[in-house]
Structure formats: structure tokens, C-alpha cells
């Protein structure tokens, strides 16, 4: 096994553990992109390449399109949040700095 | 009564999931009502101010709900206990994952399980009786095409359940409304994409064909190099997938519709159906195939092989778009 491919299996592991802990909806599935990636590549160094392909059409495309999919039908990834951030923004600006006893 | 940090993240949370309305049905909801703007307020801002408003209300009761539920349910003794079960199932798990691991063969030893006399078998007479250069498309597609017959028929029925679920009825009250706020604002993003996007646009144009070419030849050569009909379906659905996002649903009505998908994913899997029906005839009475397997590394070799690959990649390129365009709009 060459220094490259343990470089690699030590990445998914840090992919894993980070998809894990990230807060971000967002981000974790970008994450699992990167895993699928990497996963491909090292299908290919385990003289698969026929997983290799499939890992890197349906693990990095699809799901992660589904994925993404389903974040925007429940809203995280949206407009809205900077719509009302924006709105606050503009509140605050229009109260001055009454407001900061509130907060 | 201090609420802690969590309660506050877990509320607002909470608040964005449940509301799942779309966008341009809130607009028609709250023109319905007809409310006047306030002084110096542009329209705009007027549904701004009054979905701000809602989604305060809705936040409010659901916080008034998670907190009787909460104070209820939750004490401390209990999430300490949750904690520690959640930490001991963990390291069990990964305690017995890591023993597993450590007394598997290890990866490409000869003295290997997997080196049976099946797999001599394949490796030794697969490119005789297969005619398939590429020995993981004459195993999935030859000696084990009832398998594949099988998840091709699956993919097909998880589409069908998701059309069941998802599509939305055209004579209902929501397909109505959607309908008449398409035509309101053709380009509303809500429904219909694209945001004519000029980066995302310029790129599809660029990447689509490339994708789809990539698609087919993987398919066609499913018998000759890596790859074949399920990885190809999926490269060319992704690349349906990328148009639809830039160009919208209106431009790939064009060549795809609801009765495209029917057609095409019937009459690949009865084709599928049909050749394999064939070949378990031929084969289980002994009678000599009459479908060449020509010269091993021709395009045009190893039978039924490229028909059935030809006939996933078709199913598989067709789920893959209808899933995306259910999801996305509850239409094929």
C-alpha cells in the first residue's frame, strides 16, 4: 500500500467524522461528495473500475443532488434566512441604537 | 425562565422545517387577504413584512409546544443516561467493526474464500460462453441477468411509488394555483427553474453534451471496457439532470415528457424481459442460440449482452431524471 492510498483512507476518515460534527446541512453533503471522490479513486487503486464509475455517478452526482433537493423542499438552503436577516438589519438601522436594550 | 442556547438554535430550526409551503402559494395567500400597505411601503415589502409576521406566529407556537413537551418528557437523569448509552453503543460498535476487520484475510491472498471454483469458472470460461471482453459485464448480465432483471424492476417500481406519492394531481386545487402563478411570472424561481443563471447556463452548455456522449459510450461499451448500463444510465441522467437546472422544465418538455418516460422504461424492460426469457429458453432446453457472440472486443459482440445494456441504461437514465423532476416540481 503506497503512502498515496493511505493518505486516502485516512481523508474518509476525517470525511466521516466531519459530516458527522458539521452543523451546516449544507456543507456535511458537500462533505460526503469529497468522500464519494476519494472513494472512487481508491475503488480504482483496488483494481475496480467498473465501482469506480458507479461510486463516482451515483455516490458523487445523484445522491447528493437528491440530498440537495431535499434540503431546499425543507428550506435550508433558502433565500429566506437572508431575507430576514436583511429585514432585522434594516429594523435596527431604522430604530438606531433603541433597540439594543431588547437584544 | 432562562431558555438555554440550544432550545433557542433547536426553536428557529424547528420554525424553517415545518413551514414548507412554496413561496409563490404564500404570495397568492396573502393577496388573497388583501391587506392594505402601510405607509411609504412598497409591495414588496409589504409580503415581506407579512411573512415575517406569520412566521413569528408559527415560531411562537411551536415553541410553546416543544416546551410543554420538553418539560414534560425531558429531565436531567434522562438525557445523562441517553448520553452515556449513545457514547457506549458507539465504542461497542466500533469495537466490534475493528475486530472484524482484524480477522478478515487479508486483501488479496490466495488462500482467500473468494477464490472458489466460481470464480475460476468466470475467469476461465466467462469470455467463451459470454463473448464479453470485460468479465464484471459478462458475470451481471449473463450468468446473473435474473439479478439484474430484478433491480431494474425494482428501480421501476421506487419511480413508480415516488410518481404515486409525489405527483401532483392536475385536477387538484394546488396544481391550479401553481399553475396560474406560472403564468403570472413565467421565470419565478419557486416553481419553475431557471434563475437564468449565466455561469450555470454557459457551463451546461459546455458540459451536457460531453456528459451525455459519455453516457452512451459507457453503455455501448459495457461489454468491452469498465462500466455499462447502470453507471452509464446514471452519467446520462446527471446530464439530463444539469440541463433541467439551466434551462428549466418548459425546454426539456420538448423531448421529455410523462409519456416518454412511460414508453421508454415499458419497452426497455420488456425488452429486457423478452431477450433473457429467450436465452433461459434456449439455455435450459439445450437448444443452440442463434444470437452470435461474434469476435470478443468487436462492438457488436457478445450477443444479448449489449441489448441488455442498452435496456438498463435506458431504465436507469429515465428513474434518475423522473426522481429529480418528481421531487422537484411533482411532475415528470
Known amino acids: ?103 | 425562565m432562562a431558555t438555554p442556547e440550544w432550545f433557542g438554535k433547536f426553536k428557529h430550526r424547528m420554525a424553517e422545517i415545518v413551514e414548507t409551503e412554496n413561496d409563490v402559494l404564500e404570495r397568492d395567500m396573502v393577496r388573497s387577504q388583501e391587506i392594505e400597505p402601510e405607509k411609504g411601503e412598497t409591495e414588496e415589502e409589504m409580503y415581506r413584512r407579512i411573512r415575517l409576521e406569520q412566521e413569528k406566529q408559527e415560531e411562537e407556537e411551536i415553541a410553546k409546544r416543544l416546551h410543554e413537551w420538553n418539560s414534560r418528557n425531558v429531565s436531567k437523569v434522562s438525557r445523562g443516561v441517553y448520553c452515556a448509552l449513545c457514547v457506549l453503543i458507539c465504542v461497542t460498535m466500533i469495537a466490534l467493526l475493528m475486530y472484524t476487520v482484524t480477522t478478515l484475510p487479508s486483501f488479496g491472498s490466495p488462500d482467500h474464500p473468494i477464490n472458489n471454483e466460481v470464480s475460476a469458472r468466470y475467469i476461465e470460461k466467462g469470455l467463451q460462453e459470454t463473448g464479453a471482453v470485460n468479465i464484471v459485464t459478462g458475470m451481471i448480465l449473463d450468468y446473473r441477468a435474473f439479478d439484474t432483471l430484478g433491480e431494474s424492476t425494482v428501480l421501476f417500481t421506487a419511480a413508480m411509488v415516488v410518481l404515486f406519492l409525489l405527483r401532483l394531481d392536475s385536477g387538484s386545487e394546488k396544481y391550479s394555483q401553481l399553475a396560474r402563478s406560472m403564468k403570472e411570472a413565467p421565470h419565478a424561481d419557486n416553481f419553475y427553474e431557471p434563475r437564468h443563471d449565466a455561469i450555470l447556463q454557459m457551463t451546461a452548455k459546455i458540459l451536457t453534451p460531453i456528459i451525455i456522449l459519455l453516457g452512451i459510450y459507457v453503455v455501448l461499451n459495457g461489454h468491452l471496457s469498465p462500466g455499462g448500463g447502470f453507471s452509464g444510465g446514471a452519467i446520462m441522467g446527471a446530464g439530463l439532470i444539469i440541463y433541467v437546472t439551466a434551462f428549466g422544465f418548459a425546454d426539456i418538455r420538448r423531448f421529455f415528457t410523462y409519456k416518454t418516460y412511460q414508453r421508454v422504461v415499458l419497452c426497455a424492460l420488456l425488452t429486457y424481459a423478452a431477450s433473457k426469457c429467450y436465452s433461459f429458453y434456449t439455455g435450459a432446453n439445450g437448444i443452440h442460440s442463434i444470437i452470435p457472440l461474434g469476435t470478443p472486443g468487436a462492438i457488436l459482440s457478445s450477443g444479448l449482452i449489449l441489448v441488455l445494456n442498452i435496456c438498463v441504461g435506458f431504465i436507469v437514465t429515465c428513474t434518475m431524471y423522473a426522481f429529480y423532476a418528481v421531487f422537484r416540481k411533482g411532475e415528470v
Open chain 1, 1 to 103: 500500500m503506497t503512502f498515496v492510498t493511505q493518505l486516502m483512507l485516512l481523508f474518509l476518515i476525517v470525511c466521516a467524522i466531519a459530516v458527522c460534527l458539521t452543523r451546516n446541512l449544507l456543507t456535511s453533503v458537500i462533505i460526503y461528495m469529497g468522500y464519494s471522490m476519494i472513494m472512487s479513486i481508491i475503488w480504482i487503486t483496488l483494481e475496480s473500475p467498473d465501482l469506480a464509475i458507479t461510486e463516482a455517478a451515483v455516490g458523487a452526482g445523484i445522491t447528493s443532488l437528491l440530498f440537495f433537493l431535499t434540503l431546499k423542499k425543507i428550506h435550508a438552503i433558502d433565500a429566506r434566512n437572508e431575507v430576514r436577516r436583511a429585514h432585522e438589519q434594516a429594523q435596527k438601522e431604522k430604530n438606531g441604537g433603541a433597540d439594543d436594550g431588547n437584544a
